[in-house]
Nanobody
Framework: QVQLVESGGGLVQPGGSLRLSCAAS????????MGWYRQTPGKQRELVAT???????NYTDSVKGRFTIARDNAKNTVYLQMNSLKPEDTANYYC??????????????WGQGIQVTVSS
């Protein structure tokens, strides 16, 4: 079994910064793609950023140049550094990991979500 723990959300003023973290633990053999998604009430969950095992990153256009995704394989952790935050970045942020377990199954795991609010 694999567990994800997200941290780092909260309230920040426009132009401010936050750093989200998502740490995985449990029966992990390896972690493939790691990503962050976000969702606001009444809207579909959207991709924010992903990073592959080879450190290839992908960002949605609205966050390019402001957000940076990174991973620490030794800690089974993915980060999202969010700079120059805007009110439209307000959402519940979810981490998503594609994991190969010790039992060699491949599982798509979601975090519980963490709120980010950008407001003055």
């Amino acid at each position: 079994q694999v567990q994800l723990v997200e941290s780092g959300g909260g309230l920040v003023q426009p132009g401010g910064s936050l750093r989200l973290s998502c740490a995985a633990s449990g029966s992990i053999f390896s972690i493939y793609t790691m990503g962050w998604y976000r969702q606001t009430p009444g809207k579909q969950r959207e991709l924010v950023a992903t990073i592959t095992l080879d450190d290839i990153t992908n960002y949605t256009d609205s966050v390019k140049g402001r957000f940076t995704i990174a991973r620490d394989n030794a800690k089974n952790t993915v980060y999202l550094q969010m700079n120059s935050l805007k009110p439209e970045d307000t959402a519940n942020y979810y981490c998503n990991l594609m994991i190969r377990t010790v039992a060699r199954t491949v599982e798509d795991i979601w975090g519980q979500g963490i709120q980010v609010t950008v407001s003055s």
